[in-house]
């Protein structure tokens, strides 16, 4: 099978948890070096930026991730197997099939698309030393590793909770569903999947009076003028300044 580099796109699922618009997300991440005035016609526009980022478990729109790829970093460069239909996520009941947790079975908390990575709640942890200072010796904190959905993970069919190989296949209705290739029943998409920062499903979330109506979120309110912010105040308000200044030699 091909092997390609780390994709540069963030994965639909990765980031479905977090609720975020596309546009924050595209605004978070970029990295613009430089790039020519817009909207002047002798110049063409032509913008230097950063177009591969190295993906990790930090989310783009983090600060983190900022750090990790700042310019001028250099990281080992990751190879990512490419993978047609995504078929784990958040809720998904899974069997590890490497290390020391090998054989056992855990929910799917996390899913990290770009890296085909999913982290396994309680499973292969490992520790590691944080707040490690002059005077203070640290602590120890026990974290989640990642684990790639390509030869790590495999899903668990739930008629008899044994590790199974899956299809993707149509129902009689055109639904496209997981199928267990031992079994041959149907492993449904978990509820916990449509799970957000912001709800449980959409289904049962209530608008509140102080929430955002969503045509106005990609509505775009603010004007630039060649004004301070005392002048747009003034402006505002309906302030005038006809006083002219005094001139001011410097020698």
């Not at 994965?11 to 991440?29: D, I, T, W």
């Not at 999947?193 to 979120?217: F, L, M, N």
Request: hydrophobic content about 30%.
């Amino acid at each position: 099978m091909r092997i390609t580099a780390v994709l540069q796109k963030i994965g639909e699922f990765s980031k479905k948890y977090a609720n975020l618009p596309e546009s924050y997300v595209k605004r978070s991440m970029e990295q613009v070096h430089w790039k020519t005035p817009r909207g002047k016609p002798q110049y063409l526009p032509r913008t230097v930026e950063r177009k591969k980022y190295r993906f990790t478990t930090n989310r783009p729109w983090t600060g983190q991730f900022r750090q990790q790829n700042m310019p001028g970093t250099i990281r080992k460069k990751v190879f990512v197997e490419p993978i047609a239909n995504w078929s784990f996520f958040r809720g998904d009941r899974v069997e590890l099939l490497v290390g020391k947790d090998k054989g056992k079975q855990g929910i799917v908390s996390q899913v990290f698309q770009e890296r085909n990575w999913v982290i396994v709640g309680g499973l292969n942890c490992h520790l590691r030393k944080v707040a490690d200072e002059k005077d203070y010796p640290g602590v120890m904190i026990k974290s989640e590793s990642p684990l790639l959905v390509t030869g790590q993970v495999r899903l668990v069919d739930p008629s008899d909770l044994q590790g199974t190989d899956i299809e993707w296949r149509y129902t009689e209705d055109g639904e496209k569903v997981r199928v267990s290739t031992r079994t041959g029943r149907i492993i449904p998409i978990p509820k916990s999947d449509d799970e957000t920062h912001d709800y449980k499903t959409k289904s049962v979330y209530i608008e509140r009076p102080k929430d955002t109506p969503a045509g106005v979120v990609q509505e775009i309110t603010f004007k630039p003028s060649l004004q301070t912010f005392e002048m747009e105040i003034m402006k505002d308000m309906g302030i005038y300044e006809d006083r002219i200044p005094t001139k001011t030699y410097w020698y």
